[in-house]
């Protein structure tokens, strides 16, 4: 299946950019991830792995504040997430530090995802930002091979 850019290409002989790709984050677009495999990313250590998970979440409790804060657009939303992070908070302070690194991060990614398959049934969570937030910690443990 031929993109429209290269079909546009084609069509008007538009020249090839030459830029150079850069190298993408582990927390690639939907686009990019659309069709790949994750598999877990590693990290020299769980304190490493921790470190990564807390970055994550600091970030997600900023945005649920600043949800909470302005209520009159955003209703109830930054309260779903901010339930959603309490427990992906539990979810991860429950872990057995004292294994492997890939076994933690293993558990972690079993654990989020179990987590995120019950908040696909949760009628309370119908827009899916609890969800949401689940998926971006979870992404944190997660790399795509070939991209």
Request: proline share 4%; aromatic share 4%.
């Amino acid at each position: 299946m031929i993109s429209m850019i290269a079909l546009l290409k084609k069509l008007f002989a538009l020249p090839e950019k030459t830029a150079p790709r850069i190298e993408a984050p582990p927390n690639l677009a939907v686009a990019e991830r659309r069709g790949q495999r994750p598999v877990l990313r590693s990290f020299p250590d769980i304190a490493a792995a921790r470190a990564a998970l807390a970055a994550v979440i600091e970030q997600a409790i900023i945005g649920a504040r600043q949800k909470q804060a302005n209520r009159s657009h955003w209703l109830a939303v930054g309260d779903i997430e901010m339930g959603a992070i309490r427990q992906v908070d539990a979810i991860i302070a429950s872990l057995n530090d004292e294994t492997h690194v890939d076994i933690y991060v293993h558990a972690a990614h079993q654990a989020l995802e179990s987590l995120a398959d019950r908040y696909r049934l949760d009628d309370s969570d119908a827009d899916g930002f609890g969800l949401g937030t689940v998926h971006a910690v979870k992404r944190t443990l997660e790399t795509y091979d070939g991209l």
